[in-house]
């Protein structure tokens, strides 16, 4: 079959393109090097849904064979998932989970990952705050008290207070840049 006969083929479903794509794919994740093992067919699945996306908006365009077209597309996935797992190992493997329970999808697992990492990440930056500014955003932030209200509490006017939110700021912001890439360059 030529190239554009089994990316139409892909498109329409036919079981035969699918076979033979499917053929390519395994041949990059189930290599021994790359070791996906368990993970294998969900990369695989992520090469798939490349391919349709790439097929769809005819970002194939032929200059290299289907074949090393799909290889590739095949290694970037793999080398995606690993690198995502090494950011974030798998803390619970599913063989550990209780009898009957069931992990969470995906985006819910994700969106929990995410705001869990957000909420260390400010606790980690309020931690090297100083007390004034702790202070400061707990009555901005947590309270959310207008600018006038703060400064009648704290006897000070509202131009000083906005000008204290200001240098906590950015004060926040550069412990922020500095504690992201210092995760940044950890193995």
């Not at 009555?139 to 008290?145: P, R, Y």
């Not at 509202?158 to 906590?168: D, H, S």
């Given at each position: 079959?030529?190239?554009?006969?089994?990316?139409?083929?892909?498109?329409?479903?036919?079981?035969?393109?699918?076979?033979?794509?499917?053929?390519?794919?395994?041949?990059?994740?189930?290599?021994?090097?790359?070791?996906?093992?368990?993970?294998?067919?969900?990369?695989?699945?992520?090469?798939?849904?490349?391919?349709?996306?790439?097929?769809?908006?005819?970002?194939?365009?032929?200059?290299?064979?289907?074949?090393?077209?799909?290889?590739?597309?095949?290694?970037?996935?793999?080398?995606?998932?690993?690198?995502?797992?090494?950011?974030?190992?798998?803390?619970?493997?599913?063989?550990?989970?209780?009898?009957?329970?069931?992990?969470?999808?995906?985006?819910?697992?994700?969106?929990?990952?995410?705001?869990?990492?957000?909420?260390?990440?400010?606790?980690?930056?309020?931690?090297?705050?100083?007390?004034?500014?702790?202070?400061l955003f707990?009555?901005?932030?947590?309270?959310?008290?207008?600018y006038a209200?703060?400064?009648?509490?704290?006897?000070?006017?509202?131009?000083?207070?906005?000008?204290?939110?200001?240098?906590?700021?950015?004060?926040?912001?550069?412990?922020?840049?500095?504690?992201?890439?210092?995760?940044?360059?950890?193995?």
């Open positions: 079959m030529s190239d554009a006969v089994l990316v139409s083929g892909f498109l329409d479903g036919r079981a035969e393109s699918h076979a033979q794509l499917d053929r390519w794919i395994r041949e990059v994740v189930e290599h021994p090097r790359l070791g996906l093992a368990a993970a294998a067919e969900d990369v695989a699945q992520e090469t798939r849904r490349r391919l349709l996306l790439a097929f769809r908006s005819a970002s194939y365009r032929g200059e290299a064979s289907l074949r090393t077209y799909v290889w590739r597309v095949a290694e970037h996935a793999a080398i995606d998932y690993l690198r995502a797992r090494r950011r974030r190992p798998t803390m619970f493997p599913l063989e550990d989970l209780p009898e009957g329970s069931e992990p969470a999808t995906a985006p819910e697992a994700e969106e929990h990952l995410r705001r869990a990492e957000r909420r260390a990440l400010f606790a980690r930056v309020l931690g090297e705050l100083g007390e004034d500014c702790r202070r707990g009555l901005i932030v947590f309270d959310e008290l207008p209200e703060i400064a009648r509490r704290l006897a000070t006017s509202e131009g000083a207070i906005k000008v204290r939110a200001l240098r906590c700021r950015e004060r926040a912001s550069e412990i922020l840049a500095r504690v992201t890439s210092d995760e940044a360059g950890r193995p």
